[in-house]
């Protein structure tokens, strides 16, 4: 039993191991994390700035969806300058389960505002002192970030597009096509400044064409659909607390060597083959993906989340599409085969993502205990159908913006329920 569910004594703690998932526990009683939550309703990464409507809208009908999971997602280790938060919504309607659409993720970020770079020039009291060089070279990026001195040949010529023979650092002024050749005829043609030339000359026909046709604007980006009052959004499901710690396992006990024994009453191999029967029936009717799945939540019962950045999901089935898409891209992964499919590859089967490209990695993953604690006060057994509800992100954690939210749509794959299984 994980420490999580009773008080452990020193002894116990040489029974069981730590992994590196961090499990979610739904609680009525305020935790340290004031954040993240169980149903109720979100509250936004900005509360000026919530992200569109659309993106918490059912694929199938249309429909603002109520919020399943709101989670404190920042990582310091690895993006130390984010602000991050995930939300997982799922639509109630019956008519909507198993569509493609009706769960959704959505990841929220900011990026902090760096720190001002001091100017060591205003540090410095000495007056300037007057160099021999007449050019000097703009500050480099070397110079500023990583205070790094340039060579005197960079200083010289910074541009390298620049002639070394220019006297200038303007890349531009080396251009041959910029003075004019010089004339050795005894009659040079007199040149025109583009200063002297009459402003009256007749427009062209292409100049006409381009001043009547102006070019159009880029398209300027879609505006985000404003939220729905208070009393138009769907019920929420109840509001929970989550409360983390990091996943403990039994140790494995050790099975005794099985000892065959023979009865002297049956006839010579009938005990055997008829031994060999009954295991290849049993093992025929156990789904070991299943089975594992729900061993390993047998250990820590209530857990609702399990996270992981960049880890693997526990799988509830690999017959399913979500499953296969997994296990066919671990067991590439194992052998050193590259698998790519279309949208990008993925850390652990997802399609790219769809913002920059990057690979997609897991992150966190709902577990069928969820369902149990949102669904505790309704009555009926018409309620949410799936197993497994996994997401993955950005591996980059991309698109955000100094001090303005952005929110992201991110993958969802969702293993339903299977009839008889629970």
């Known amino acids: 039993m994980a420490p999580h569910d009773s008080d452990s004594s020193d002894e116990d703690t040489e029974n069981y191991t730590t992994t590196n998932v961090v499990l979610g526990y739904a609680s009525k009683e305020p935790t340290d994390d004031s954040i993240s939550q169980l149903g109720g309703r979100p509250t936004w990464l900005g509360q000026s700035e919530p992200p569109s409507a659309a993106l918490a809208r059912c694929m199938f009908c249309n429909n603002i969806m109520p919020l399943l999971l709101q989670l404190h997602a920042d990582i310091p280790e690895h993006f130390p300058d984010h602000d991050r938060r995930l939300y997982v919504f799922a639509c109630r309607k019956k008519a909507c389960r198993r569509r493609n659409g009706s769960i959704k993720a959505v990841r929220g970020i900011k990026l902090r505002k760096p720190a001002r770079a001091t100017n060591p020039s205003t540090n410095n009291t000495n007056p300037p002192q007057a160099k021999p060089s007449t050019t000097t070279a703009p500050p480099t990026l070397g110079n500023s970030i990583f205070g790094v001195t340039s060579s005197p040949a960079s200083s010289v ?232 509800v996994i997401v993955g992100v950005c591996g980059k954690d991309c698109g955000g913006e100094v001090g303005r939210v952005t929110y992201f749509q991110e993958w969802v794959g969702v293993q339903w329920e299977e009839r008889g299984k629970g």
């Open 157 to 388: 010529n910074p541009n390298p597009f620049s002639s070394p023979a220019a006297g200038s650092g303007n890349p531009f002024s080396s251009n041959p096509f910029s003075a004019p050749p010089t004339n050795t005829s005894p009659n040079p043609i007199p040149t025109v400044a583009i200063n002297d030339m009459p402003s009256d000359l007749p427009a062209t026909f292409a100049d006409k064409v381009r001043l009547s046709n102006p070019p159009a604007p880029p398209p300027s980006p879609a505006a985000p659909e404003p939220w729905p009052s208070e009393s138009d959004l769907p019920t929420p499901y109840p509001s929970y607390h989550l409360d983390a710690d990091y996943e403990t396992l039994d140790q494995p006990a050790e099975l005794p060597i099985p000892t065959t024994s023979m009865n002297v009453d049956d006839p010579p191999g009938g005990s055997s083959s008829s031994t060999k029967e009954d295991a290849d029936t049993f093992e025929s009717t156990i789904d070991k993906t299943f089975q594992r799945f729900a061993d390993r939540l047998a250990q820590n019962p209530l857990q609702v989340v399990r996270y992981e950045f960049g880890g693997l999901p526990l799988l509830y089935s690999k017959t399913d599409f979500v499953g296969q898409l997994i296990s066919l891209h671990h067991s590439s992964s194992n052998t050193k085969v590259s698998v790519t499919r279309r949208g990008g590859t993925s850390g652990f089967g997802a399609s790219a993502c769809l913002e920059c490209g990057a690979t997609r990695v897991f992150e966190l993953q709902l577990t069928p205990q969820a369902i149990s604690e949102l669904e505790a006060e309704e009555d009926g057994l018409e309620g949410m159908e799936w197993g497994n």
